[in-house]
Nanobody, 124 residues
Framework: QVQLVESGGGLVQAGGSLRLSCTAS????????MGWFRQAPGKEREFVAAIRWSGGSTMYADSVTGRFTISRDNAKNTMYLEMNSLKPEDTAVYYC?????????????????WGQGTQVTVSS
């Protein structure tokens, strides 16, 4: 059973930075794609970024390109989302997700496992 546990959310002022972590367990993730999604109140869950566990290819939503960086540490089975130049519109619950295939996908329907989410609040 795959388990994903996020951490690192919090309250930050606009222009600040946060780093989210997602620790995965229960599988060998070499053939997996990992992703970050977010959901603001009253809105649908949206894609933020994704990374292939093997090889490290990445994909970003246009809204975060140049500000957010996704990475992973294979030895620690942990994925990260470094968020810089944060804006109030980045406020949301951020979810870690895992897909049991290596292709990068932006729709949440293609992801098989989800973490519980971590709140990120950016004040203006």
């Amino acid at each position: 059973q795959v388990q994903l546990v996020e951490s690192g959310g919090g309250l930050v002022q606009a222009g600040g930075s946060l780093r989210l972590s997602c620790t995965a367990s229960g599988r060998t993730f070499s053939s997996y794609t990992m992703g970050w999604f977010r959901q603001a109140p009253g809105k649908e869950r949206e894609f933020v970024a994704a990374i292939r566990w093997s090889g490290g290819s990445t994909m970003y939503a246009d809204s975060v390109t140049g500000r957010f960086t996704i990475s992973r540490d294979n030895a620690k089975n942990t994925m990260y989302l470094e968020m810089n130049s944060l804006k109030p519109e980045d406020t949301a619950v951020y979810y870690c997700a895992a897909r049991a295939r290596s292709s990068l996908m932006v729709s949440p329907v293609w992801y098989d496992y989800w973490g519980q989410g971590t709140q990120v609040t950016v004040s203006s």
